[in-house]
């Protein structure tokens, strides 16, 4: 099993805070994305990366993936009371468009 | 937003009945799959279909059947309700099984099982 370990589970900040949440494995996956989640509702895609090194930005939020392909991460550049909600991260396996997702962090950013 | 609907949204029910989750998709994607959420779990998935009357098992598909019958639908099956299955269940839909294509989430179903 494909295991993808997200730190930190929860994350309490102040408006205007950088943050980054990782997500990490021991196994190589061939793709990584990002998702948000809001109470209520289902998760929303962010974004895809596929190529080890890989850097996407979507506004204040920037996307790495590992030279090696096993890790990830999202920093927010000053975070806004709008960014909180659950961030998930999913590993893409080769078949079937299979995705194993990694535990979740719990963003609050208070104002 | 992606045409998925899940019913119920809310469901109680007591130990040992059998329970039916449904998935419906407006968007004829090919591909559609149920997931767990539980806190500390993130989505694990319980089953997937690849196409009508092609489906396969997940990593936590004990306990649940699935099945689909036409391209819209994707029923899952909870045999005899247990109390480790209360969760959120979600269904996801995507019209490839290229893993760089989005899957698109329904709102969720929400089971307590007494």
């Known amino acids: 099993t494909q295991l993808l370990e997200q730190s930190p589970q929860f994350l309490s900040i102040q408006e205007g805070e950088n943050l980054t949440v990782y997500c990490n494995s021991s196994s190589v996956f061939s793709s990584l994305q990002w998702y948000r989640q809001e109470p209520g509702e289902g998760p929303v895609l962010l974004v895809t990366?596929?190529?080890?090194?890989e850097v996407k930005k979507l506004k204040r939020l920037t996307f790495q993936f590992g030279d090696a392909r096993k890790d990830s991460s999202l920093h927010i550049t000053a975070a806004q009371p709008g960014d909180t909600g659950l961030y998930l991260c999913?590993?893409?396996?080769?078949?079937?468009?299979?995705?194993?997702f990694g535990q979740g962090t719990i963003l609050t950013v208070h104002p | 937003d992606a045409g998925i609907t899940q019913s119920p949204r809310h469901k109680v029910t007591e130990t040992g009945t059998p329970v039916t989750l449904r998935c419906h998709q407006t968007e004829n994607h090919r591909y559609m799959y149920w997931y767990r959420q539980d806190p500390g779990h993130g989505l694990r998935l319980i089953h997937y279909s690849y196409g009508v009357k092609d489906t396969d098992k997940g990593e936590v598909s004990d306990g649940y059947s699935v099945s689909r019958s036409k391209t819209e639908d994707f029923l899952l099956t909870l045999e005899s309700a247990t109390s480790s299955q209360t969760s959120v269940y979600f269904c996801a839909i995507s019209d490839s099984d290229r893993i760089v294509r989005e899957q698109f989430f329904g709102p969720g179903t929400r089971l307590t099982v007494l």
């Open positions: 999913a590993g893409g396996r080769t078949s079937y468009g299979k995705l194993t």
């Open positions: 990366v596929v190529t080890g090194g």
